[in-house]
Antibody, heavy 118, light 112 residues
Framework: EVQLVESGGGLVQPGGSLRLSCAASGFTFSSYWMSWVRQAPGKGLEWVANIKQDGSEKYYVDSVKGRFTISRDNAKNSLYLQMNSLRAEDTAVYYC???????????WGQGTLVTVSS | DVVMTQSPLSLPVTLGQPASISCRSTQSLVYSDGNTYLNWFQQRPGQSPRRLIYKVSNRDSGVPDRFSGSGSGTDFTLKISRVEAEDVGVYYCMQGTHWPFTFGPGTKVDIK
């Protein structure tokens, strides 16, 4: 059974940093593009970043470019999102999702809530 | 960025009746490989999104056949032939042709 379990969310002050993790199981992690998608409270879905199977290609939405870094460790079946210079508008549930990416993720985690507030 | 619009944004439906959601994009969603990466997701209350339809009209495994997708270019539709209680939730279209991939604002389906 495919499982994606996010962790690392919490309350952080504006300007602070947070690192999200996603533990994957039930599939060959190294064979799939992986993504982070977020959802602000009561709002719609926003794609954040993608990373290729071997980590050689990464794509970011403009609003997080230069502040967030997506990475993966295929030996640990884990996906990460390093978030720096956090802003109030980054407050959201962050979902880890498994590719395909163009065709839309077929598996999603339960999400981890990040709250940026003083 | 490609902007996705959906209508209606709210859709009260009688059980057993059909429902239809329109999705439009500001650019053609035909990719260089010939595929059209327009996908539909369902998000039930308190749950993560679930993909229903990929590449316009391909239904995911386990998705009831009362769900169908159609369209081309910039104009797409999700139809539910007979709404059931378990269909309550928010439906999003999503384009995977142009980066950044974008979602529509969502259509909230509930029971009258």
């Amino acid at each position: 059974e495919v499982q994606l379990v996010e962790s690392g969310g919490g309350l952080v002050q504006p300007g602070g940093s947070l690192r999200l993790s996603c533990a994957a199981s039930g599939f060959t992690f190294s064979s799939y593009w992986m993504s982070w998608v977020r959802q602000a409270p009561g709002k719609g879905l926003e794609w954040v970043a993608n990373i290729k199977q071997d980590g050689s290609e990464k794509y970011y939405v403009d609003s997080v470019k230069g502040r967030f870094t997506i990475s993966r460790d295929n030996a640990k079946n884990s996906l990460y999102l390093q978030m720096n210079s956090l802003r109030a508008e980054d407050t959201a549930v962050y979902y880890c999702a498994r590719g395909p990416v163009r065709g839309g993720p077929t598996y999603w985690g339960q999400g981890t809530l990040v709250t940026v507030s003083s | 960025d490609v902007v996705m619009t959906q209508s209606p944004l709210s859709l009260p439906v009688t059980l057993g009746q059909p429902a239809s959601i329109s999705c439009r994009s500001t650019q053609s969603l035909v990719y260089s490989d010939g595929n059209t990466y327009l996908n539909w997701f369902q998000q039930r209350p308190g749950q993560s999104p679930r993909r229903l339809i990929y590449k316009v009209s391909n239904r995911d495994s386990g998705v009831p056949d009362r769900f169908s997708g159609s369209g081309s270019g910039t104009d797409f539709t999700l139809k539910i032939s007979r709404v059931e209680a378990e269909d309550v939730g928010v439906y999003y279209c999503m384009q995977g042709t142009h980066w950044p991939f974008t979602f529509g604002p969502g259509t909230k389906v509930d029971i009258k």
